[in-house]
């Protein structure tokens, strides 16, 4: 008849089945291959989809990346689902996956508890981890056809993207491990949902130093125009700063004396021929000038969207700008009465070399002193076609903010497109009765 239990064959030991005797423990452990480092994880998107007619399953990959965005919009989802709480439960335990955790061992809480480091504050994190990059266009958000872009924002987004970081555009449901926010008028409304550690930058931010740059290795970056997608042009600069001190400027305080920054064939892009140039006064830098004659030719085409100072214009610039390839306009500014000769000097040069007048585009600052800006309107009018755009001065640094008069002339006057056919004085008696109504109707 069978023992209930068997004898260990090393040291005769009774053992129940299955049972290893201790005996030989130390002997098992020295022979035990050494366990291999757990792999790790990878997470992926499977979609099921249900044949309503035959109720035939079908389940496959899909070919995207598992990364906070597919996190957050789960989450958002229907939190009823039985399948998305398993999901949720299961994404709690391993934290590590998302990104907003860096992992960093060495330090307590992870990007929460780095250093950061930058000339203008750290804009990484010093461990080398994959950040999460939240971007904030104010012009964007409160313009909503606003479509120019943001350089500052496409350099900041070029350089995190190269480091491995995924960038998107900033949503208050969202969390981040560094938000970015620029401001460029001072007219913008802030965004109060922001996160209080943004990195804010821009002329529109009134409590931030106007001279406030970008860290070198950020302004090194080529910009990245995929943020922008209906962006089908270049932009950038030639030149940085000017050497004047208009009193409703602030390039000179922001940027310094005029400077060489880039040349043209490093801001073009391969995708197309069209470069529009921000420079505050290009043709005040012998440097600025060489580089538009270089580009003569070159399949480009240009716009100048700052407009030019025309008292600088001789027969040779005028050479220059007529032999380029314009988008549309070659732009000068008027913002004062003694420029008026200048204009009508540069547009007679520019039509020597086959410009006319509806080539040609003005900015037109609007003071307090609205006679004086229309003065200066109905002598440009005498160059027949000329497109004029008129800019009430604001400064809110300054408390420099237009008034009821300076709107309308701006709004109703000149872009209204009445100063083709009437003066500003004719104007203002045609609308006589309903300016009463409206100032009655406010007081």
Not at 125 to 152: S, V, W
Request: aromatic residues 10%; proline residues 6%; charged residues 25%.
């Amino acid at each position: 008849m069978g023992t209930p239990y068997r004898e260990c064959p090393n040291c005769g030991a009774h053992l129940d089945a299955g049972e290893l005797c201790d005996c030989r423990r130390s002997e098992r452990e020295t022979r035990r291959p050494e366990q291999e480092p757990r792999k790790p994880m990878r997470l992926m998107a499977i979609c099921r989809e249900i044949d309503k007619d035959t109720g035939r399953i079908a389940v496959y990959p899909l070919k995207t990346e598992i990364d906070d965005r597919i996190f957050g919009g789960i989450e958002n989802s229907g939190n009823d689902e039985p399948g998305i709480a398993v999901f949720h439960s299961c994404v709690g335990a391993l934290g590590k996956v998302r990104n907003r955790d860096c992992g960093n061992s060495e330090t307590p809480g992870g990007h929460n508890g780095q250093t950061w480091t930058t000339s203008a504050e750290l804009w990484s994190c010093e461990a080398g981890c994959a950040m999460r990059i939240g971007l904030h266009d104010a012009e964007q958000e409160y313009m909503k056809h606003k479509t120019f872009p943001n350089y500052a924002l496409m350099k900041i987004s070029a350089y995190h993207k190269a480091r491995g970081d995924s960038v998107e555009w900033w949503s208050p449901m969202c969390h981040y491990d560094r938000v970015y926010s620029s401001k460029v008028f001072d007219f913008t409304p802030e965004n109060l949902y922001l996160p209080p550690d943004t990195i804010r930058g821009g002329t529109g931010y009134d409590d931030i130093p106007l001279n406030q740059k970008l860290p070198p290795e950020i302004d090194a970056a080529f910009p990245d125009y995929s943020i922008y997608p209906e962006c089908d042009y270049a932009i950038g600069y030639l030149t940085r700063g000017c050497p004047n001190h208009c009193p409703w400027c602030v390039v000179p305080e922001k940027e310094g004396g005029i400077k060489p920054y880039r040349e043209w064939k490093q801001i073009v892009r391969p995708d197309t021929n069209k470069l529009v140039l921000m420079d505050n006064n290009i043709l005040a830098s012998e440097y600025g000038v060489s580089q538009l004659e270089s580009m003569i030719g070159s399949g480009y085409a240009i716009d100048l969207n700052q407009g030019m100072d025309a008292r600088l214009v001789d027969d040779h610039i005028a050479g220059i700008l007529a032999r380029l390839t314009w988008i549309r306009f070659i732009r000068f500014s008027c913002d004062q009465i003694p420029q008026i000769e200048a204009i009508e000097r540069a547009a007679e040069l520019l039509g020597n070399h086959g410009k006319k007048p509806y080539n040609l585009f003005i900015y037109l600052l609007v003071t307090e002193d609205v006679e004086n800006a229309a003065y200066r309107v109905e002598r440009l009018k005498r160059l027949k076609g000329i497109s004029i755009y008129a800019q009430p001065e604001r400064n809110e640094r300054k408390g420099i903010i237009p008034n009821a008069l300076q709107k309308e002339f701006a709004q109703r006057f000149i872009y209204g497109r009445s100063y083709l056919k009437e003066s500003w004085g004719e104007y203002l008696e045609r609308h006589k009765e309903r300016r009463l109504h409206e100032w009655s109707a406010t007081t």
